[in-house]
C-alpha cells in the first residue's frame, strides 16, 4: 500500500494543483498498484516515515506564512525523510518553503525551512506563461511542459536544477534552470499541473516510491494516447518540438 | 480639450464601424482606438451622466447588469450598458462611445457598467459611481490577477477612496460582505435560510478562513462555493442580516420562483430562466433598486421578462430537441453547470476550452472542477472536447473517471459542434469559455435553422 500525503490542501490549493495528487493516484490504480491519499491540515500530527509520496503545492502570501510556521515544528522529521528517500513534489510556494529563504521587495527575510540549498529573490515583474523544459531522469532526457507564475525569482546554491529552460522562465528568467532536485526531492514552478500531462515524470516518481518501500516489480506501461497529445500540442505551441 | 474628445469620439466611431462590417462585435475595439487618442475619453463622458452603477466580482456581472439595465429601461430611464461583457477600460469606454452624439453629447439618465475586478479601481476613479454592487469572489483567470486576495484588496482601498458611494453586498460571501467595514453606506442582500443547505464542495471554496483574523470559519450551511451562513469563531465576523433576502426559492425546468423580503415587504419574483445561481443576481438587482428608488413590484416585473444574454443558459431547439449553452469561467461556475447537466435524461455534452486573454491564458482551474461527480452520470453519452486545449480538457475527463470511450476531441469548434449536435442523446449541452463562446453561438445558429429550419427561441419566458 502506497502512501500519499497532501500537505494542507485546504491552504495550499492554488491553480488546480490537486491534479497532481490525482494523477498520481489514478496511475496506481489503474495499474492495480493500492494507494491511499491522508490529507494533513493545519496543526495535525504528520508520521514522514510512513509516507511514500508527499505532495507540497502553493498558496497565496497569507496563507503561506501560516503553513511555513506550522511545518516548522516539523522541520528535522521531514529533513531525515527526505535523507532517507521520501518522495516529495513541491510546487510554486511549496518549492520556495523548503529553501533558506524568501526575500520580499523591501528587504525582509522570511524565513523557510532551510532544508534544501537555494533561496528566492522578490522581483518586481511578475513571471507568468507557459513554460517548456527539459530534464533527465533514469538516463533519458525527455521535455515536459506547464504553466509557471511567480514574482519570486529562485537562486540555487550547491544543488542540482531539475531541469532546463527551453521556453519560459524557471527560476528566476536568467540562468536558465528549472526547479531543483535533491534525492528524490523534486521542486518545480509548474503549474498545469505538472503531473496530469508529463505522465513519463509521474511515472518515474511512482517508480522510486516502490523501489523506496523495496518493492522492485515491473511497472507497466499504460495507454498514454490522451497525455502525450495534451503535452504535443503546448510543445509545438512553443515551437520545441 | 474639446476638440480632442470629439477626435476621440470620431476615430472610435470609425472603429465600432469597421468593426462590425468585417464581423467582428466592436464591444472594445472603438475604447481602445479612442483612449488611444485622448486618454480623457472615459472620463469626460461619464461626467455627462447622473447616475452610475458599477457592477464588480466574479460571477453573474453580465447578467446582473442586464437585468438592471431592463429594470431602469422599463421605467422609461435612457441608459447605457456594456451589455455584452466587454468590461474591462476599454469596453466600459466603448459603451459610451456607442451612446455618444458625434459632438460628445450624452443625454442620459444612468450608465450601467459591468467592470471586470481588476479593472474595477482604474475604472471607478475615472466614473465615479453612485452605486456599486458586488456579487461574489471565485478564483478566476488568476494568471492576469496575482491571487484573489489581492484583488480583494484593491477593490476595498478604492471604494475607501471614491466619495458619496452607495453599495450593494451580497451578505452570502464573506469576501464580499467584509467591504461593509469601508465606511461606506450598504444595503446587504442574500439567502435566507438553508434553501440550498448542502455539503461543502470543498476544492472550491476559496475563502475557508476569516479575511479579518484568519481563523477557518464555522459554517451552519452553504449555498455554493462558500457562500452561505458563516461565523468566526475567532472575531465573531458572520453572515449579516440582509436588507434583501430571498425567502423560499423553487425551480421548474424553465423558471425560478421566489418570495423576496426587501426590508419590510414581501415581493414575489418570477425568473424564466432555471440557474439558480441567478436567484442571487435577482437579489442583487433588488438591492440597487433600493438605492436608485425603484419599487421593488416594478422590479419584479422587469425581471419576469428577462432574456439571458449569449451563454447564459440561452436555449436554442436542434431537431426537436433542446440545445443549451452556457458560459464557464472558473470552477465555481463550472460546478454549478455540471450540476445543471444532471438530469436523468440521456445526452451529449460539449466542452471548448480556449487560453486566450479573456479566458485566461493558465487552464489548470480545470483541476478544481468537480468533474469526479460526473463518474456516477452514465446518462451523458458523449463528451466532444473543443477549442485550444480540447486535448486538456480530455485529459481531465479521464483521470475524472470517465472512460476514454466516450470522450472526443475535435479541436476545431465547428466540427465540435456539428459533432455534438448529432447525438444520440436526447438533449445537448454545450460549455464554453469565454472567447469560444461567440463562436460556438454563431455555429449553434446557422445549424439549428440549416438543417432543421428550428427557430431559435427568442426568449425563454413562455409562462404557462
Partial sequence: ???????????????????????????????????????????????????????LGGGSDREQELITAD?????????????????????????????????TLDGTEIPGLGILDFYTQAGSKRLIGNIAIELEFGGHKVQACGFENHSGQTFLGNIKPLGRVLKGYGNNGRDGFEGARYKNVFCSYLHGPLLPKNSHLT??????????????????????TFEKNARRVMLRRMGVK | MRIRIIAAIAA???????????????SSLPGVVALRVFPGTLEALARQVPCAV????????????????????SCGRRVIANREGANLITGVTAAFIRAAGIRGGLKHDAALLEVDEAAFPQVAELV??????????????????????????????????????????????????????????????????RIRGKEAQTPTREARFCPLCGKEFIYAYYHYSQLGAFRCPGCGFARPPADVEANTVFTTDHTTHC????????????????????????????????????????????????????????????????????????????????????????????????????????????????????ER???????????????????????????????????????????????????????????????????????????????????????S
Fill in chain 2, 54 to 73: 458599477l457592477v464588480t466580482g466574479t460571477n453573474g456581472k453580465t447578467t446582473t447588469n442586464n437585468m438592471l439595465a431592463g429594470v431602469l429601461e
Fill in chain 2, 377 to 463: 452520470q452514465k446518462q451523458i453519452l458523449c463528451f466532444v472536447c473543443s477549442g485550444r486545449r480540447a486535448e486538456e480538457m480530455a485529459l481531465r475527463l479521464k483521470y475524472a473517471g470517465v472512460p476514454t470511450g466516450k470522450i472526443e476531441v475535435h479541436p476545431a469548434i465547428k466540427s465540435g459542434v456539428r459533432r455534438v449536435l448529432e447525438g444520440m442523446g436526447s438533449g445537448v449541452y454545450l460549455l464554453a469559455t469565454y472567447t469560444a463562446l461567440w463562436p460556438v453561438d454563431k455555429i449553434l445558429r446557422r445549424y439549428a435553422m440549416e438543417v432543421n429550419n428550428a427557430d431559435r427561441l427568442s426568449s425563454l419566458p413562455r409562462p
Fill in chain 2, 259 to 374: 418570495s423576496v423580503r426587501v426590508k419590510e415587504t414581501l415581493t414575489q419574483v418570477i425568473l424564466p430562466t432555471s440557474g439558480f445561481y441567478n436567484v442571487f443576481n435577482a437579489l442583487a438587482v433588488l438591492g440597487a433598486g433600493l438605492w436608485l428608488g425603484i419599487a421593488p413590484e416594478k422590479i419584479a416585473a422587469s425581471l419576469s421578462t428577462y432574456v439571458p444574454a449569449v451563454g447564459r443558459l440561452q436555449k436554442f431547439v436542434y431537431k426537436g430537441r433542446p440545445v443549451y449553452l452556457n458560459l464557464v469561467k472558473n470552477p465555481a461556475g463550472f460546478n454549478e453547470s455540471l450540476n445543471l447537466i444532471g438530469s436523468p435524461q440521456p445526452k451529449d455534452v460539449f466542452i471548448a476550452l480556449n487560453d486566450n486573454d479573456a479566458d485566461g491564458r493558465d487552464i489548470s482551474w480545470i483541476w478544481d472542477v468537480d468533474f469526479e461527480s460526473l
Fill in chain 2, 128 to 193: 465615479k459611481p453612485t452605486v456599486v454592487v458586488v456579487t461574489n469572489f471565485f478564483r478566476d483567470q488568476l494568471d492576469r490577477y496575482g491571487e484573489l486576495d489581492k484583488t480583494v484588496s484593491y477593490i476595498k482601498t478604492t471604494l475607501q477612496r471614491i466619495p458619496a458611494v452607495k453599495l450593494v453586498l451580497n451578505a452570502d460571501d464573506p469576501l464580499v460582505a467584509q467591504f461593509a467595514g469601508v465606511g461606506r453606506p450598504f444595503i446587504f442582500y442574500g439567502l435566507g435560510n
Fill in chain 1, 1 to 55: 500500500m502506497l502512501t500519499v500525503c497532501h500537505l494542507y490542501p485546504d491552504l495550499l490549493n492554488l491553480y488546480g494543483d490537486r491534479g497532481n495528487i490525482i494523477a498520481f493516484v489514478k496511475r496506481c490504480r489503474w495499474r492495480g498498484i493500492p494507494v491511499q491519499v491522508e490529507e494533513i491540515n493545519l496543526g495535525e500530527s504528520i508520521d514522514f516515515a510512513r509516507a511514500d509520496f508527499l505532495f
Fill in chain 2, 12 to 26: 472610435g466611431k470609425v472603429a465600432h464601424y469597421l468593426s462590425r462590417i468585417f464581423g467582428g462585435r466592436g
Fill in chain 1, 71 to 103: 511545518l516548522r515544528t516539523r522541520t528535522a522529521d521531514l529533513a531525515d525523510a527526505i535523507e532517507d528517500g521520501l518522495v516529495v513534489l513541491a510546487i510554486c510556494g511549496g518549492y520556495q518553503l523548503l529553501g533558506h529563504y524568501y526575500r
Fill in chain 1, 203 to 224: 511515472d518515474y516518481l511512482l517508480r522510486l516510491a516502490l523501489n523506496r518501500r523495496g518493492d522492485k516489480r515491473f511497472i507497466k506501461g499504460l495507454d498514454d
